[in-house]
Nanobody, 118 residues
Framework: QVQFVESGGGLVQPGGSLRLSCAAF????????MSWYRQAPEKEREEREL???????????RYADSVKGRFTISRDNAKNTVYLQMNSLESEDTAVYYC????????WGQGTQVTVSS
């Protein structure tokens, strides 16, 4: 069964950093591009934003313009885990963060809450 377990969120001041982790289960992890998505407050599930993607070989990454230069996605295929290093956080980054494959499975994890506030 496909499962995603996100962790690492929290409350941080503007300008701070967090590192998110996502452990994936139930599919061939190293055959899939992996992505981080976020759902801002008062947004619907269908409005989740694609934040970052890393391809299966980890040689290519892509980022939303809003996070480019501040966030870094990485993966450890031996651990079936994808990470998101978030630096220079802004209040607009406040959201619940989810991971999934780039073409997402219908099953989503619980997400991890990131709150950027002074």
């Amino acid at each position: 069964q496909v499962q995603f377990v996100e962790s690492g969120g929290g409350l941080v001041q503007p300008g701070g950093s967090l590192r998110l982790s996502c452990a994936a289960f139930g599919f061939t992890f190293n055959a899939h591009a992996m992505s981080w998505y976020r759902q801002a407050p008062e947004k619907e599930r269908e409005e989740r934003e694609l934040v970052a993607t890393i391809y299966a070989s980890a040689r290519m990454t892509r980022y939303a313009d809003s996070v480019k230069g501040r966030f870094t996605i990485s993966r450890d295929n031996a651990k079936n885990t994808v990470y998101l290093q978030m630096n220079s956080l802004e209040s607009e980054d406040t959201a619940v963060y989810y991971c999934n494959t780039f073409t997402p499975f219908s099953m989503w994890g619980q997400g991890t809450q990131v709150t950027v506030s002074s």
